[in-house]
C-alpha cells in the first residue's frame, strides 16, 4: 500500500544572497513561507520542482519541503524547515533582526 502525499512547497536558497526563499503560486520567489504554494498533488509538486531546478542563476539547491496549511499559509512541518524560516542562527543578521528576535 502506497503511502498518502504529504503537502509540500518548493524551497532553495537564494543563489547571491544565501536566504532561504520558497516557490509561489505566481512563480516568485519569497523570503516569507506563508506565501508559497502549498502543493497538494504529486505530480504538481515534480513539476513545480523541476521549474526551480531550471533556475540556476536564481536559486540553488531547490528541494521539495513537506509543510502543512495554517491560518496564513503554509507552514513548516519539520525542525529544519522551521529552523530555515528564521534566517541565519548568527548574531544580528537577516530574518532575525527584522522581527525583533535578537
Known amino acids: 500500500m502506497?503511502?498518502?502525499f504529504t503537502?509540500?512547497?518548493?524551497?532553495a536558497n537564494h543563489l547571491l544572497e544565501g536566504d532561504s526563499?520558497?516557490?509561489?503560486v505566481d512563480d516568485r520567489w519569497t523570503r516569507n513561507?506563508?506565501?508559497?504554494?502549498?502543493i497538494e498533488d504529486e505530480a504538481h509538486a515534480q513539476i513545480?520542482?523541476?521549474?526551480?531546478e531550471s533556475?540556476?542563476?536564481?536559486?540553488?539547491?531547490?528541494?521539495?519541503?513537506?509543510?502543512?496549511?495554517g491560518p496564513r499559509g503554509p507552514e513548516?512541518?519539520?525542525?529544519?524547515?522551521?529552523?530555515?524560516?528564521?534566517?541565519p542562527s548568527n548574531h544580528?543578521?537577516?530574518k532575525q533582526v527584522e522581527v525583533g528576535n535578537v
Do not use: C
Open 76 to 87: 513548516p512541518i519539520h525542525f529544519r524547515e522551521v529552523f530555515r524560516t528564521r534566517g
Open 7 to 11: 503537502p509540500k512547497v518548493v524551497t
Open 2 to 4: 502506497s503511502r498518502r
Open 21 to 24: 526563499v520558497w516557490l509561489t
Open 33 to 38: 513561507m506563508a506565501e508559497a504554494e502549498l
Open 48 to 52: 513545480r520542482l523541476l521549474m526551480a
Open 92 to 94: 544580528a543578521h537577516g
Open 55 to 69: 533556475q540556476p542563476n536564481v536559486v540553488v539547491g531547490a528541494y521539495l519541503a513537506d509543510a502543512r496549511r
